[in-house]
């Protein structure tokens, strides 16, 4: 063999291995996978099982349906015989099945609907209750005594053992009581008196501690404490906060209303006061506003002139805490809602009769109001939707003055018919399940690292 014949055998075995590569890129034959093939099944497919197929004549309609089923559920209602790709790796299980077996899914219970009594669990006679619509003679304190106003006379009454006793008498000429609110403490209890003073009581000593005197010129109608700050309202139209700690207790004066003040509510933090009047004004103050400016001359946050008739009823929502209610007298009818950290009123329904009094429920979204002439009833109302849920009749007279108990469950109503009744409108209060027990953080006896 020559040079030139061995030069072209050597190009010629140098092109084979990229011929080769090209030819296995641009295969067009498909060809089966045998480990992905079930050839049992193939060979069932080719042999027997086209023949009821082809003489559909000799099976009967149960025959076929029993085919059809066994077929079903040996997955043998497949067409392709062939396989040319690999089998689907297995799913991996990220939680165990075993998991979802151990543990017993339990079924959503709807919570039982609350019946609620249309009768009063109790009633008790008060005579010489004062039949005044800006006066406020009934608290329920959080040692779960309530106290009531009855002319000149205080009675606490105790409701775990049902015991009445007396606080104290006042003097005609300072006399009748106006208005009675307890201390957080359950202990202490501020009464306001017809003259314009306030007195501040022990009443588990049954002795009079002090006498707040000088800060209005007529009868003190509403009381609020706000922890030592005892707020008052007068029919001078003045809202005084006294300071019961020193002995100038007369730390702010808030100065807006032009007539007397029958309604006074602080907010759960502490921050925002509600005073309404009988100049069909609602007002919002700011204490933080109040401590910074003179004494004298505190600024309103909002002033609401929304209500035509004397607001007396005030209630702050207890599960959303920027959000007021209000209810207005016999003119005006009308329980309105109220964002108070914009002056918005968010909504307003007309009950057909005096607004006296409102109080929310701690456990769910609801609010009880009381009225006056014609049906002198309870309502209770869902909230937001305002959907009236009962109507609690057997007063015979306004019913004027409401109070919650501590559990929030019971409400006492007092009525110009001289009597005192005791719903169970909110429910049966639940036990409270035990906090779980928190890990201790390291360092948490320290109050601070240098």
């Known amino acids: 063999m020559d040079a030139g014949s061995l030069k072209s055998a050597n190009n010629y075995q140098s092109k084979c291995p990229d011929q080769r590569r090209t030819i296995r890129e641009n295969l ?56 040319f790709k690999n089998k689907p790796p297995a799913p991996v299980e990220l939680i165990p099945q075993s998991f979802y077996s151990s543990s017993v899914q339990q079924p959503k219970t709807t919570k039982p609907r609350r019946h609620i009594s249309q009768s009063s669990e109790r009633t008790l006679d008060a005579p010489d209750l004062l039949d005044d619509y800006y006066l406020n003679l009934l608290d329920w304190g959080s040692s779960n005594v309530l106290a009531i106003a009855l002319g000149s006379t205080v009675y606490l009454w105790d409701a775990s053992d049902g015991s009445t006793s007396e606080l104290v008498t006042v003097e005609d000429e300072d006399g009748p009581v106006t208005s009675v609110s307890w201390a957080p403490d359950g202990r202490h209890i501020s009464i306001g008196l017809n003259n314009s003073d ?28 706000n922890n030592h ?30 007539q007397e ?35 004298s001359q505190s600024q309103w946050l909002h002033r609401m002139e929304n209500h035509t ?16 209610a209000s209810g207005g007298g016999g003119s005006d009818r009308c329980i309105k809602f109220w964002n108070t950290h914009t002056g918005a009123c968010l909504n307003s329904v007309d009950t057909g009769s005096q607004v006296c009094a409102l109080l929310w429920n701690k456990n769910e979204r609801e609010l009880l109001s009381s009225h006056g002439f014609t049906q002198n009833q309870l309502i209770l109302w869902k909230y937001p939707s305002m959907v009236k849920m009962a109507e609690l009749t057997g007063h015979t007279s306004r019913v004027l ?7 929030g469950c019971t409400v006492a109503s007092a009525a110009g018919d001289e009597t005192l009744r005791f719903w169970n409108v909110f429910g049966i209060p639940e036990v409270a399940k035990p906090a779980p027990k928190a890990h201790p953080e390291p360092f948490a006896h320290l109050t601070r690292i240098r």
């Open 309 to 324: 008739a004397a607001v007396k009823a005030l209630a702050w929502c207890p599960f959303q805490g920027n959000l007021l």
């Open 401 to 407: 003055f409401m109070a919650q108990s501590p559990d």
């Open 198 to 225: 306030v007195q501040l009581w022990d009443s588990m000593a049954n002795r009079l501690l002090r006498t707040l005197k000088g800060g209005h010129t007529s009868r003190v109608g509403s009381l609020a404490w």
């Open 28 to 83: 067009d034959r498909f060809i089966p996978n045998r480990s992905a093939m079930d050839f049992d099944y193939a060979h069932y497919m080719l042999t027997g099982g086209r023949k009821g197929k082809e003489n559909p004549a000799a099976s009967s309609p149960s025959k076929e349906a029993y085919r059809k089923q066994i077929a079903d559920t040996l997955n043998m209602n497949r067409t392709r015989i062939l396989a």
């Open 261 to 295: 003040v029958c309604g006074l509510k602080w907010s759960a933090s502490g921050q925002h006061l509600a005073s309404g009047g009988n100049d069909n004004l609602l007002y919002i103050w700011d204490r933080s506003a109040a401590s910074s400016n003179s004494p």
């Open 229 to 258: 700050i005892l707020t008052t309202g007068g029919m001078d139209g003045k809202i005084i906060n006294n300071d019961v700690r020193i002995r100038s207790h007369i730390v702010e004066t808030y100065r807006g209303h032009r």
